[in-house]
């Protein structure tokens, strides 16, 4: 079982292509308030900077991707100095053309930045992949992999060719993009140094298998003693080495797990509440309701109908 893939299906994560910026100088900069989403920037062409509240200005050349898991406020500009205007006004000035290009004109080297984001279920903070990455992630393009430089110009190329069922194409691209820069990270020492997930867990052969065992079969009554005896570990050491590593101890994982594969059932199929909790794991209807209310703070049955108007 690959565990991000099940995790991202299970979320409903899907790419979203927003704009494109594209300037002929230096004399341009955007800010962009915080999003309730993770949103991304591809330098396509050229180079500027970005900008966040505690940190040095960045430079951005062409090919670096930048992932903010968290949707913080950030600027881009064509000088570190220069003064940004919100997005919405430069928008207001320069209505987006063919391919959502907001051009803002100028006579200098080309600038083109691919501007996106990520749609999925739920709010970030309780994203199981987006709550367990840094608020910023830089990937210079010139140090990428081979694999994410190949997204990276097909996805420029997509964005700048105008060929019919371009937006669609790239809308994809961007969710390759996105594990892509994921598995970036987390090849990074600071993924390893950072704060407990089950996500930088992955990495560990013994703890990865457990977590990809409980994503192939959350149904299947797991306890601790029979997953410390699956990955050839002693109980003790199992849950201690599950806990140092994912940050919660390996029930507590596998409860979440069932609760937001349940969500998704509720969401995308007309099973019966009944067939979805034995699906899940659970051994009867108010068990699963009752842990479902306590997680989501709504019945099932409600949740269901809430998340269909939606």
Known sequence: MDVLADVLATTGFRGVLLAQLRSGGAGWGCALDRLDTAGFHLIAEGACWLRTDDAPPLQLVSGDVVLLPRGRPHQLAGTPEQQAVPYAELEAAHPPGRGGVVDLGGDGPTVRVVCGKFAYDGDVAGHPVLSALPEVIHVPGMSADPELQGVI????????????????????LTEVLFVQVVRAWLELPEAAEGRPSWLTALRDPRIGTALSLMHAE???????????????????????????????????????LRIDLAARLLRDTDDLVGDIAQAVGYTSEFAFSRAFSREHGIAPGRYRRATARA
């Open 153 to 172: 110009r097909l996805l420029a190329a997509e964005t700048a060719g105008g060929r019919p069922g371009a937006r669609a194409v790239a809308a994809r």
């Open 218 to 256: 959350p149904r299947r009554p797991w306890t601790v003693e029979s997953l410390a005896h699956t990955v050839a570990m002693s109980r003790p050491a199992f849950a201690r080495r599950f806990k140092e590593l994912v940050g919660q101890p390996p029930l507590a994982y596998l409860a979440r």
